[in-house]
T-cell receptor, first 115, second 113 residues
Framework: ETGVTQTPRHLVMGMTNKKSLKCEQH?????MYWYKQSAKKPLELMFV???????ENNSVPSRFSPECPNSSHLFLHLHTLQPEDSALYLC??????????????FGEGSRLTVL | KQEVTQIPAALSVPEGENLVLNCSFT??????LQWFRQDPGKGLTSLLL?????REQTSGRLNASLDKSSGRSTLYIAASQPGDSATYLC????????????FGKGTKLSVIP
């Protein structure tokens, strides 16, 4: 496989469920990202990991818990979510630039619906 | 705080027409700017990346320009095709050690056969 792969592509969960989103990149990149895309809003950065260390956390509620075991894999653990958390969750990866992000490559996204 | 604006929100053109999509940003101290394409229900596809020291980048029928001093970038699409129909997003990385991209809301392009 090549590029950035996300699973599952679609997820429906109740407010008391616990589920996880998975992302895997095959590009040799060192930085991985979680973005949230809601209807009629710009993409919002949630978390950034560089060499599996979290470098940015944009005040995301604790019901979202990221995990990055290595530079190729990124998870987003979900628990006790709210209906307003329903959105498209996008994973991306890039090579670290000298002063900022390199070119980002995105996965196809995981469409989450919270009932 | 960086803000990115894309106008218009939607654009409809006949096939074969050349067109320009606009992106403006409030803080000119950027590291790079990236243009993406997004098809409905899909992820984002990178089109062009312009570093802060560059004025333009070209890929096939696409040409992106950057004017940092005025806080503007344009994406020029030549000889548009129905397959170009998608939402085009502009994103700015301000650098300074941050990997955060600030996105615009996008321009939804429809190319009519």
């Amino acid at each position: 496989e090549t590029g950035v792969t996300q699973t599952p592509r679609h997820l429906v969960m109740g407010m008391t469920n616990k589920k996880s989103l998975k992302c895997e990149q095959h590009l040799g990149h060192n930085a991985m990202y979680w973005y949230k895309q809601s209807a009629k809003k710009p993409l919002e950065l949630m978390f950034v990991y560089n060499f599996k260390e979290q470098t940015e956390n944009n005040s995301v509620p604790s019901r979202f818990s990221p995990e990055c075991p290595n530079s190729s894999h990124l998870f987003l653990h979900l628990h006790t979510l709210q209906p307003e958390d329903s959105a498209l969750y996008l994973c991306a990866s890039s090579l670290e630039g000298r002063g900022g992000a390199g070119e980002l490559f995105f996965g196809e996204g995981s469409r989450l619906t919270v009932l | 705080k960086q803000e990115v604006t894309q106008i218009p929100a939607a654009l409809s053109v006949p096939e074969g027409e050349n067109l320009v999509l606009n992106c403006s940003f409030t803080d000119s101290a950027i590291y790079n700017l990236q243009w993406f394409r997004q098809d409905p229900g899909k992820g984002l596809t990178s089109l062009l990346l312009i570093q802060s020291s560059q004025r333009e980048q070209t890929s096939g029928r696409l040409n992106a320009s950057l004017d940092k001093s005025s806080g503007r970038s344009t994406l020029y699409i030549a000889a548009s095709q129905p397959g170009d129909s998608a939402t085009y997003l502009c994103a700015v990385n301000s650098g300074a050690g941050s990997y955060q991209l600030t996105f615009g809301k996008g321009t939804k392009l429809s190319v009519i056969p």
